[in-house]
């Protein structure tokens, strides 16, 4: 559900997000850890957000521009970071291991290792747990659409 939200919502703010965003496993997206306040969150990526209607838990998305699809998306669980994932598909992103948006699923098996293959309606979601995290890799039609990082253990699918 998260990616399908992602792939149609049209968000209305524009924040500071890194050009190019970065994926560390099991640590960190676009420089945002779990566990993180919303001050730290609007710290690092600036006061301008939209704020999800429909989302079953607090989510606000970062974004390039006012009604610009591409950014980055915080869940908010007790006043945490509780999940941080991307959305659409930021032009850039990627991980340290080199592997980047928009490449094609065999790159992601071979340069993420993912442990886990979750099939979602209408796209797939490789997984990692480690530690308290869940790395998550969105593949859509055959390519890498999106990164996320969740608790440990939660449905990367909701």
């Excluded at 006061?47 to 390039?64: D, E, S």
């Excluded at 490789?126 to 990164?147: E, P």
């Amino acid at each position: 559900m998260r990616l399908a939200l992602a792939l149609t919502a049209v968000l209305a703010t524009g924040g500071s997000l890194p050009k190019a965003g970065l994926l560390v496993p099991a640590r960190s997206l676009a420089g945002i850890r779990l566990g993180e306040s919303p001050a730290q969150v609007r710290a690092a990526l600036g006061p301008f957000y939209g704020v999800c209607k429909a989302c079953a838990l607090p989510t606000w998305y970062f974004t390039y521009g006012r009604f610009q699809q591409s950014g980055l998306a915080v869940e908010l669980v007790g006043h945490r970071v509780s999940g941080v994932y991307t959305v659409w598909n930021p032009a850039g992103w990627h991980t340290p291991s080199g592997l980047r948006l928009g490449a094609v699923e065999a790159q992601v098996t071979q340069l993420a290792k993912p442990r886990l293959t979750i099939a979602c309606p209408g796209y797939t979601a490789y997984a990692d747990d480690s530690g308290a995290a869940r790395t998550v890799y969105y593949v859509f039609d055959g390519k890498l659409w999106g990164f996320g990082l969740f608790t440990h253990g939660s449905d990367p699918c909701k």
